[in-house]
């Protein structure tokens, strides 16, 4: 069924492979000799971009029921393709390789489509040349990178100033194939899947954190082991839910395997705390990442809430939809700190504040900050959403029906199948 403001969510629910986990074991994975088997991994486009990617450096990827066998190169053996290599959409796909081939003796060019090759590159490449890697890009800053990595990179100390796992998970990959210790030091809020699958792989890295920072140390003299993984459900596919679910006082969902890492579960804890009934009712830890089912009953309708820059990096993929939840919630919400949403796949702080305000949100920015006038009454909607093939921010104004007098127009939802290809399929099943 369509979604509109009589939509109640229930049933039970099993989110699509994470997103985060599906790129990463796909390029761990093709970094041993041997058999690694995968079951569960997202078939959203980013990610098979990342695959695509991989197979074109050399590592061999079959698929036999839904399960995909991964046969990888040591470390440093990625082989040189004989084209460029397209990341699509996927910010994660195009960076975390960078890092990987920048500690290999080939020559690539990587690129993206319209939205990947306006965000900004020289973050990542900045850190990776200072190992050794040739790298030139678009007017300094943005993709096509062409990237000339070396076999011979320079164990070094990174401090990465901005919170982002994309930056630390490509100098991680890029030290698979660097002779020494490699230390990093970055903040401890962004997401730590890189470090607990090696570890889970069993390489030698030390993890620490201290205060707001995190700090990691490689070294690459154990050999990476294969492995069998079952990718946990994406929470950040899951909030769509999860949100829609909180919104509407009746509202009963059961949400199976959902990956429950601390970085990235920072949205649950914001519902929760704008009134939100949700519950753990198991927990797990599978290879070095918690694991969990959920229960969402809702009995009243949402209130404001704060959050704080600090607190971005745990939800910085949930914003979107969380600033629906506020819509409908009782109160002025407050987002802080959020520079980082102006450089995803969209300016996502410019599409929210220009698409409330079209469905009949009254919100203002200032300094990055978003402040939300939200109250319990349905919105006038009706409107045109602008996502600009932004996936999250079609995903988020379409759950806004949910809240709106009048059903909003969304043309052309085709992006959804960057990180969420049965999202469509998936709502109306919940929804009655
Ligand atoms: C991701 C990290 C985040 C997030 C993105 C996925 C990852 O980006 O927004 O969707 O898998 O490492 P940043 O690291 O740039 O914040």
Same mark, same amino acid.
């Given at each position: ?196 699958? !090696? *570890?889970?792989?069993?390489?030698? &890295?030390? /993890?620490? +954190?201290?205060? =707001? ?7 690459? @003299? ?84 704060? !959050? *704080?820059?600090?607190?971005?990096? &745990?939800? /910085?993929? +949930?914003?979107? =939809? ?7 919630? @009782? ?85 959804? *199948? ?15």
């Amino acid at each position: 069924m369509p979604l509109d403001n009589k939509s109640i969510i229930k049933g039970t629910y099993f989110p699509p492979g994470d997103k985060s986990i599906s790129h990463r074991i796909l390029i761990l994975a093709g970094q041993v000799i041997g058999k690694s088997e995968i079951s569960n991994l997202l078939e959203g486009e980013d990610v098979l971009n990342t695959l695509k990617a991989m197979r074109l450096l050399g590592v061999q990827i079959k698929k036999k029921d839904k399960k995909y066998f991964v046969f990888g190169v040591p470390p440093g053996g990625l082989f040189q393709p004989n084209q460029k290599i397209d990341f699509g959409n996927s910010g994660t796909g195009i960076r975390l390789l960078s890092g990987l081939i920048s500690s290999n003796n080939i020559e690539v060019k990587l690129v993206g489509d319209r939205s990947l090759s306006k965000r900004p590159m020289k973050r990542v490449t900045e850190h990776l040349s200072r190992i050794g890697a040739r790298i030139e890009l678009k007017k300094d800053l943005l993709p096509p990178i062409k990237l000339k990595g070396t076999g011979n990179a320079v164990p070094l100390i990174f401090e990465i100033p901005i919170p982002s796992a994309q930056i630390k998970s490509a100098i991680m990959l890029s030290a698979l194939n660097t002779n020494g210790i490699v230390k990093i030091k970055e903040f401890k809020t962004t997401r730590d899947h890189t470090e607990n699958m !090696l *570890k889970s792989m069993g390489y030698n &890295i030390k /993890v620490k +954190e201290k205060s =707001i920072h995190r700090f990691i140390e490689m070294k690459n @003299n154990k050999e990476l082991k294969t492995i069998n993984y079952n990718v946990p459900g994406d929470p950040s596919s899951a909030a769509f839910f999860i949100c829609a679910a909180c919104l509407r006082p009746g509202s009963k969902l059961i949400v199976k395997n959902i990956l429950f890492n601390k970085t990235r579960i920072g949205f649950i804890k914001t519902l929760k705390n704008m009134g939100g009934n949700i519950k753990v009712i198991r927990k797990r830890k599978i290879h070095n990442e918690f694991i969990a089912d959920l229960q969402i009953e809702q009995k009243k309708n949402l209130n404001s809430t704060i !959050l *704080k820059p600090a607190d971005i990096p &745990i939800q /910085v993929d +949930e914003i979107p =939809i969380l600033s629906i939840a506020a819509s409908f919630a @009782n109160g002025l919400t407050v987002f802080k700190g959020l520079k980082e949403l102006t450089v995803k796949e969209s300016n996502r702080l410019l599409l929210i504040h220009e698409n409330l305000k079209k469905i009949g949100v009254k919100s203002k920015v200032e300094n990055f900050d978003l402040y939300i006038f939200g109250n319990n009454y349905f919105k006038k909607g009706g409107a045109i959403i602008k996502h600009n093939d932004d996936h999250r921010i079609l995903m988020s104004f379409y759950i806004a029906n949910m809240i709106c007098k009048k059903n909003n127009v969304i043309k052309d939802k085709s992006c959804v *199948k960057t990180s969420y290809p049965t999202f469509f399929k998936d709502i109306s099943q919940f929804s009655n």
